[in-house]
């Protein structure tokens, strides 16, 4: 059609309208398109969520249907790690039972501290050893080793007849221990992915359950009946079910380099000079502390000397400034751990020499600690509580800390005996809740090839405050005369000494709440 030729409005209005309602189709279609394509991409993010959160990233893809330390994957590596650490709780709590009996019949009451620290003095060198030799070469050698090494250690305080001897022979069970426990720590990295792993930690807490009722009974009917050696001899027996369990499950699931391909990364010469240098300064400072003289002042500035430097060294930056994340996870495990323990080895002493228990009663006091130390343990390791567990931490300190306060009011003849097993059992739950979250968080912030070495600096800062804390609590307690308490087997006037016991409990409490600021600032700042 030309311009001159007449114009045709219907036909103009019609061809209008059918370009404005393919406009609007377009638009529509368009509209409903984008639409769509939102909802399309809204349910693939929860899809990406539901499956992050069924199957952590962590989880290799043969695992990801499996979920439990005890399905078929795990069920057997499970159960021998923690027989490992029940043999490890049966001597802590039977050798806890029997050793104010053995140090008194070895004339080694003033060096009682000392048999207690011996053990994590030498185990500061093994768990620097254990983890890079876990790292180098996967953690069943040093595991092996470590648990020879800890029943030799057993049968050589079994048959010392000074009590200079009794204490070489705790020192090889450190040795054996510190090996021992770092090992494990890098099983636990490298078999189980991250949602287990506050399970399987429950799961080390429950087995000292049984230990802690049954190993000071049985430990203190055998010392009453047979004699003190026949505990440290006879655990060594119980070497084998770990041994059968653990070492053929291990060497499956978890032995060998990180990383096969490459060359076996060489010991670092350094470190094993530090804690070298770490053990060597820890026993310096322990004797001098246990040896009050002017000259006792040599061995304590050659000790501080040594010490000093090599912790700084072996520990992460930041540590004794308690920094933000993973230094405070370290630091508040060693002053938790050292405050308890502290405490805890003169507990039956005390009930022994002050309120006349006998060595199953006094061992007995303390079975309760089990079973809330599992407790704790098993709360901290609730998924609904992983969001708080900080502040879990904060409340278990606080629980530590007031039941290491409670314990010596019992040194006042109207306070009845049994308030220290209810206080130390919510002492125990507190640490059951700590220390648990500790190991929990510190593989959550460890690379697969770093978990050796740091799962080392946390058993060292462990092992080391309580060497140093049993050192500081045994020189206050022997300088107020708790050295002659042991000569009386009930409290009398001569040989009752509250103050020195009052010396020791009273200042771990202190460090106890200092441990409850420390939980504060194990959360980085974004």
């Given amino acids: 059609m030309s311009s001159l030729e007449p114009s045709d409005p219907a036909g103009i209005a019609a061809d209008a309208d059918a370009d404005r309602a393919d406009r609007v189709t377009d638009r529509d279609l368009d509209r409903v398109t ?12 929860i899809t990406d969520r539901v499956t992050d959160r069924a199957v952590p990233a962590d989880l290799d893809p043969p695992l990801a249907g499996r979920d439990g330390v005890l399905d078929r994957a795990h069920r057997a590596l499970s159960v021998g790690i923690v027989s490992v650490v029940l043999l490890i709780a049966f001597e802590a709590t039977a050798v806890g039972t029997a050793m104010p009996v053995a140090a008194r019949e070895l004339d080694g009451i003033p060096l009682y501290a000392f048999a207690f620290s011996a053990y994590f003095t030498t185990s500061l060198f093994a768990m620097v050893l254990s983890g890079q030799w876990s790292d180098r070469a996967g953690p069943l050698a040093p595991l092996t080793t470590g648990i020879s090494a800890f029943a030799a250690g057993l049968l050589l305080s079994g048959t010392a007849g000074t009590m200079w001897l009794f204490i070489l022979g705790r020192a090889v069970q450190g040795l054996g221990g510190g090996l021992v426990i770092v090992a494990l720590y890098v099983v636990v990295s490298r078999a189980y992915a991250e949602h287990l792993r506050p399970a ?3 799961a080390f807490a429950a087995s000292w359950v049984v230990p802690s009722i049954v190993g000071p009974l049985a430990s203190g009917t055998i010392t009453e009946h047979l004699g003190w050696r026949w505990v440290f001899v006879g655990i060594p027996v119980l070497v084998v079910l770990p041994l059968a369990l653990a070492l053929p499950a291990i ?10 391909q490459a060359p076996p990364a060489p010991f670092d010469r350094r470190r094993i000079r530090l804690a070298l240098a770490i053990s060597l300064g820890a026993g310096l400072l322990q004797y001098a502390g246990q040896d009050l003289r002017w000259l006792s002042l040599v061995p304590a500035a050659a000790g501080a000397a040594l010490l000093v430097p090599a912790a700084l060294g072996l520990l992460p930056r ?10 405070s996870v370290v630091l508040l495990r060693g002053v938790s751990a050292g405050a308890f323990v502290s405490a805890e080895s003169f507990v039956p002493l005390m009930l022994v020499t002050e309120r006349g228990l006998s060595p199953t009663l006094a061992g007995f006091s303390l079975a ?4 809330t130390w599992a407790l704790g343990s098993y709360i901290q390791s609730r998924p609904r509580v992983e969001p708080h567990r900080e502040r879990l931490m904060v409340l278990g300190m606080v629980l530590v800390a ?7 009011t019992v040194l006042i003849p109207s306070v009845p005996v049994w308030v220290v097993g209810v206080a130390w059992g919510f002492g125990c739950l507190g640490m059951g809740m700590v220390i648990a979250s500790t190991s929990v968080l510190l593989l959550k912030l460890s690379a697969p090839k770093e978990a050796g070495a740091n799962s080392a600096a946390l058993q060292i800062s462990d092992a080391l405050s309580n060497v140093l804390l049993l050192a500081a609590g045994g020189a206050a307690f022997a300088a107020l005369g708790g050295g002659a308490a042991g000569a009386a087997h009930t409290a009398s006037a001569a040989g009752s000494h509250p103050g020195a016991f009052a010396a020791v409990f009273l200042p771990m409490a202190a460090v106890a709440l200092v441990g409850a600021w420390v939980a504060t600032r194990l959360r980085t700042r974004p």
């Fill in 34 to 45: 984008d639409r769509a394509d939102r909802v399309i991409d809204r349910v693939d993010h």
């Fill in 200 to 202: 399987i930690m429950a």
């Fill in 251 to 260: 060497r499956r699931t978890a032995s060998g380099p990180t990383d096969p």
């Fill in 318 to 327: 930041g540590t004794y400034r308690a920094a933000r994340g993973l230094p």
């Fill in 368 to 371: 309760l600690g089990g079973a």
């Fill in 402 to 408: 007031a039941a290491i306060a409670a314990v010596p």
